[in-house]
């Protein structure tokens, strides 16, 4: 049953994100930005956390997920740091996911062929 609210949960928000992009002209990077920023606020009200255990992958690993994620770093790490933590926590906290896409993005342009468009 965990997979079915993980897939769910996670196609809900890209639907979301889908119609966002159909019906309005907002560019994509926008939408983006806004998925993150969306979830460090619903990270900060309290809400995110639970979709995240009820929904697990479906809901960490959106972007909105990400903004969790960074969100929940700057919480912990102004606990233990105080106000140092603003500045690191969040990077702290995503370290991993953006080493891997810098990694795999290279690794991805290395194999690659470039075409001229």
């Known amino acids: 049953m965990q997979y079915i609210w993980a897939f769910l949960v996670?196609?809900?928000i890209c639907v979301f994100?889908?119609?966002?992009?159909?019906?309005?002209?907002?560019t994509p990077a926008r939408i983006?930005?806004?998925?993150?920023?969306?979830?460090?606020?619903?990270s900060a009200i309290g809400v995110y956390k639970p979709l995240t255990e009820f929904a697990g992958a479906g809901a960490t690993v959106p972007l909105c997920g990400f903004?969790?994620?960074?969100?929940?770093?700057?919480?912990?790490?102004?606990?233990?740091?105080?106000?140092l933590g603003i500045l690191k926590?969040?990077?702290?906290?995503?370290?991993?996911?953006?080493?891997?896409?810098?990694?795999?993005?290279l690794i991805a342009g290395l194999l690659?062929?470039?075409?001229?468009?």
Not at 17 to 26: A, E, H, V
Not at 112 to 117: I, V
């Open 17 to 26: 994100g889908q119609i966002l992009i159909d019906k309005t002209k907002l």
């Open 89 to 105: 926590g969040g990077l702290t906290a995503g370290a991993a996911g953006i080493s891997a896409a810098i990694v795999f993005g």
């Open 10 to 12: 996670g196609g809900l």
């Open 32 to 42: 983006l930005t806004g998925y993150v920023v969306a979830g460090v606020i619903l």
């Open 112 to 117: 690659s062929k470039s075409k001229e468009k």
């Open 67 to 83: 903004g969790h994620l960074m969100a929940q770093g700057v919480k912990t790490a102004v606990e233990q740091e105080g106000t």
